[in-house]
């Protein structure tokens, strides 16, 4: 706000100043004298800086989080309770039958650079299962369940956020993505099985 008036002040200051000073006879513009080529720059290289962010933008906002690819890596259930994510993972055994493996609620871990789906269902009320760095998010109530995918290119801890209001507690409905290696992601796994 004070930038603004500053960049205001000074503006007008300069424009006022212009005015002022220049005599009524001065000389008005050279007849056939031309800046079209620098009026053309001025135009063209602001233009070609929008464009290039439009299309910039609209890469990174178009890519269709809902648009699963057929064979993900990992597929992880993610139930939104009151008040948190229930998480549990789908894993081939070795007959080649899938087993589901549930582990701590709130902590999501994904390897790096892999394609998961999340199949994301409300147990009770709606809930939005919100990754604000990763740019994915959808809402969910009983019976009406979505499907997400994420890859995520680097390592780190992200917030997952509850982005409907869903009850007294809504607040603490937070939780962790943990990206990470592909065998500190075997690592855990193997050993994050709770009891169901
Ligand atoms: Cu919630």
């Known amino acids: 706000m004070i930038g603004s008036v500053i960049a205001f002040l000074v503006v007008e200051g300069i424009v006022a100043w212009?005015?002022?000073?220049?005599?009524?006879?001065?000389?008005?513009?050279?007849?056939?004298?031309?800046?079209?080529?620098l009026e053309a720059a001025w135009m063209l290289t602001p233009a070609v800086i929008l464009v290039s962010l439009l299309l910039w933008t609209g890469s990174v906002l178009g890519r269709d989080a809902h648009n699963v690819p057929s064979h993900p890596d990992l597929v992880v259930h993610v139930t939104g309770h009151q008040f948190y994510w229930q998480l549990q993972y789908e894993v081939p055994g070795k007959d080649g039958a899938v087993r589901t493996v549930e582990v701590a609620p709130n902590q999501?871990?994904?390897?790096?650079?892999?394609?998961?789906?999340?199949?994301?269902?409300?147990?009770?009320?709606?809930?939005?299962?919100?990754?604000?760095?990763?740019?994915?998010?959808?809402?969910?109530?009983?019976?009406?369940?979505?499907?997400?995918w994420i890859k995520p290119e680097d390592k780190g801890e992200f917030n997952i956020v509850c982005a409907e209001l869903c009850g007294n507690s809504h607040f603490a409905m937070r939780g962790f993505v943990h990206v990470?290696?592909?065998?500190e992601f075997a690592k855990w796994l193997a050993s994050a099985e709770v009891a169901k």
Not at 22 to 31: F, Q, S, V
Not at 180 to 183: C, G, H
């Open 180 to 183: 990470e290696s592909d065998e």
């Open 108 to 148: 999501l871990h994904l390897p790096q650079g892999k394609v998961a789906r999340l199949d994301i269902a409300s147990a009770d009320v709606v809930h939005g299962f919100w990754v604000p760095q990763f740019q994915v998010k959808t809402s969910v109530a009983p019976n009406a369940p979505d499907s997400l």
């Open 18 to 37: 212009q005015a002022f000073r220049r005599p009524d006879d001065a000389p008005g513009p050279l007849k056939g004298f031309s800046r079209r080529r």
